[in-house]
T-cell receptor, first 113, second 115 residues
């Protein structure tokens, strides 16, 4: 069965510091991995995805994520956090031949000024 | 260009009433999805439409839930005889073709409150 784990309910980081939001997955076959951000009373906004190729994927708003096959992880990172990055972040996975996302439970990021 | 739109943005209803939620996907996207976001269940898949194929209804929680997609574009999610546990945010998404590598683009959601 496919699954996604986001082990941290909340991550606090000081503005200007690097941030990491963790995601691990379990899927049969090749994984297709996605990150979304959700601001209050808004839908999910796409940040980036890994399909194949370079393990380091760059996305919107300065975010990047690294695919690690041996650790089955796809952690979201940003070198320097902004207060405006404070939001709810979701990791999602699809296996080969599937079309529906399996979402993690979400991680609330709080960037402190 | 225009993104996915949903209406209404908020819906408050009484237990036992029927509700209809609407989704307008991105123009040209053949795949359309409904998800539900609730505190206890996180984000869960409800239903998937792809072109003229039969929809995948495997995520619908009960037979009170139904959805249709007319003309390959607009979709309506209907909940009959609403219950308090139906209170959630209902998110619609669309993608170009429904393949596993497709990115799904989400609408702002409809917040449903059942009193």
């Amino acid at each position: 069965a496919q699954s996604v784990a986001q082990p941290e309910d909340q991550v606090n980081v000081a503005e200007g510091n690097p941030l990491t939001v963790k995601c691990t997955y379990s899927v049969s076959g090749n994984p297709y991995l996605f990150w979304y951000v959700q601001y209050p009373n808004r839908g999910l906004q796409f940040l980036l995805k890994y399909i194949t190729g370079d393990n380091l994927v760059k996305g919107s708003y300065g975010f990047e994520a690294e695919f690690n096959k041996s650790q089955t992880s796809f952690h979201l990172k940003k070198p320097s956090a902004l207060v405006s990055d404070s939001a709810l972040y979701f990791c999602a996975v699809k296996g080969s031949g599937t079309y529906k996302y399996i979402f993690g439970t979400g991680t609330r990021l709080k960037v402190l000024a | 260009g225009a993104g996915v739109s949903q209406s209404p943005s908020n819906k408050v209803t009484e237990k036992g009433k029927d509700v209809e939620l609407r989704c307008d996907p991105i123009s040209g996207h053949t795949a359309l999805y409904w998800y539900r976001q609730s505190l206890g269940q996180g984000l869960e898949f409800l239903i998937y439409f792809q072109g003229n194929s039969a929809p995948d209804k495997s995520g619908l929680p009960s037979d009170r839930f139904s959805a249709e997609r007319t003309g390959g574009s607009v979709s309506t999610l209907t909940i009959q005889r609403t219950q308090q546990e139906d209170s959630a945010v209902y998110l619609c998404a669309s993608s170009t073709s429904g393949s596993a590598t497709d990115t799904q683009y989400f609408g702002p959601g409809t917040r449903l409150t059942v009193l």
